[in-house]
């Protein structure tokens, strides 16, 4: 991908800057670099975005920089970006980006998006798995286990890209759900009660409650997240931590093994790891 004001990517002409931009500077990541990723994963990574409202997670400068969430689609968006009009606190009204097609996901890493959340999605429970340290990864995927024994054999499981891992359960009658447009309130009621009854169980490990003076050395097991107001790190986003790692989907005997051997190390993955994983394996993150 040479350095230019014009990309040509997927059918459409996208206007680029600042190619040679580092975004991850310990990582000496570019902006170059971070396009030929998204490049290359949208067509896996597409499936987990489309028609679902997007908060970008903007770093113009790179992780060193201001950051902030912006969840109104960035100003000088081409015409054939959809937005989707999304009602607020207040009588506010926010008009969301829809990343339907590849060259949207470009064009909005162009503006400085780093990462990509989407709004929750209808009839299917997540849980955000947090640690509190000295707790880390290897607890939370023992913490992740005892929610699959909980949740049943379709629950997949993803890195967030940073310390801990996201659960997500899809129900029995999800289309449905999706169609009717409701059933946070269900879902969130019962990731609640199975976070509280897991940290009734296992209280030397586990947390149900958010005060953070709770959480050192314990699993936070983060229920508040089934809201249609709420978003997560898309699979197969980058975060904006000091290396460009990735949200990355991962199968179950990854977790048994990394709880077994208590090193959990290898559930870091930066952007060539993870393409090659889904040469390897395909889409793991199924739901």
Known sequence: MRSHSELEAFGR???VSSLDRVLWPLA???KRDLLDYLSAI???MLPHLKGRPMTLARFPTGVEGRGWFQTNCPNGRPDWLRVREVPGKNGQRFQYALLEEPAAILWAANQ???EFHPAQEPGVLVVDLDPGEPAGLVECCEV???LRERCGPGAVVKTSGLAGLHVFVP?????K???AGDGFAALKQRARQIAEELAQQHPDRITAKMLRSLRPGKVFIDWGQNDETKSMAAAY???AAPYPFISTPIAWAEVEEAAKTRDARGLRFLPREVLARVEKHGDLFRI
Do not use: I, K, Q
């Not at 129900?171 to 289309?175: E, H, N, T």
């Open 13 to 15: 002409t996208l206007r």
């Open 28 to 30: 000496n990541f570019t």
């Open 42 to 44: 949208a067509p896996t």
């Open 112 to 114: 400085g998006a780093l």
């Open 144 to 146: 992740a286990l005892l």
């Open 171 to 175: 129900m029995p009658d999800r289309a």
């Open 177 to 179: 759900l999706a169609e």
């Open 237 to 239: 986003s980058p975060r």
